[in-house]
């Protein structure tokens, strides 16, 4: 059974690689319990903010078997979306490297249901789900789980091969598999760059965040007006950021992907700030039309680069 299973576990992580993904692993579904109590003091210091969806599903968020009946294994995978590339006009609001293509949910989802349906019609019928922000589940968790990398002090994965500019997904299954080793090690030793350089201090203590005060959810996941207290503090960042990651010294084994739904919209990179500022609605449906940047509408991002240019 022990062969028939590494078997399995061989061809899953092909099939994965095939599909692009630069990571395949695999964990035991099974209690969270180390998380726990991490989750609940990060809710009760209310680091999510207006995010009230987080303060639902607590269980299902630490079980994975609340989320697929018999669940057996999680399989977490990772897609790179790095790119050198950048916007011409450096005056320019910022957009984050992870919304220059297309919506990774998209993509991601996609390559999951592949990797599902490769394992129905190659391994036997198993009952499973895709998961890609779609469902109360901790990826970062689960990837270091599978043993992809470790926890960085800015709250984001960090693998030693690639860096932290990936996307994270998984398969729930009710199969069976043998578990890779989780990554146990942390790498960040004394080193605080991420922390030092946040333009807005969301980084609260080394591994901790406050949602409430990132840039990212500044501009994305809040839908109220934007707090006074940030003026002059969000770096010229209209959609997302990326300092924490573009200041740490892990990154520079990033290197850029091979996916060409991530490849930008051909204008994208060369707005200068006027046009920014000046953008319709057709533009914005042009541009944005297969784009995680959709979520802000026209009016967030207006508002968004209202705010950083008053």
Known sequence: MAITKEKYVSQIKAEAE???????????????????????????????????????????????????????????????????EKQDDESAPKISKYAYGTDYHFVLKDKLKSLLHFISENIGEVNGRAFV??????????????????????????????????????????????????????????????????????IVAPYVVDGSKCISYLTIELKEQIPDEFKGKMDNWMFGCDVCQDVCPWNRFAVPHQEKAFEPHPDLLHLKKSDWEEITEDVFKDLFKSSAVKRTKFEGLKRNIGFIIR
């Open 18 to 84: 095939r599909l692009g993904f630069c990571f395949c692993g695999i964990a035991k579904a099974d209690f969270l319990e180390q998380e726990a109590p991490k989750l609940e003091s990060w809710l009760k210091n209310n680091y999510n903010g207006k995010m009230d969806y987080m303060n639902h599903h607590f269980d299902k968020r630490l079980d994975p078997r609340l989320l697929v009946d018999d669940a057996k294994t999680v399989i977490s995978v990772a897609l790179n979306y790095y790119t050198e």
């Open 133 to 202: 922000d779609s469902a109360p589940v901790l990826d970062k968790v689960w990837a270091q789980k599978a043993g992809f990398g470790w926890l960085g002090k800015h709250s984001n994965l960090i693998a030693k091969q690639t860096g932290s500019f990936f996307f994270l997904g998984e398969l729930i299954l009710d199969l069976d598999l043998t578990a890779d080793e989780p990554f146990l090690t942390d790498h960040c030793g004394d080193c605080t760059r991420c922390i030092d350089a946040c333009p807005t201090e969301a």
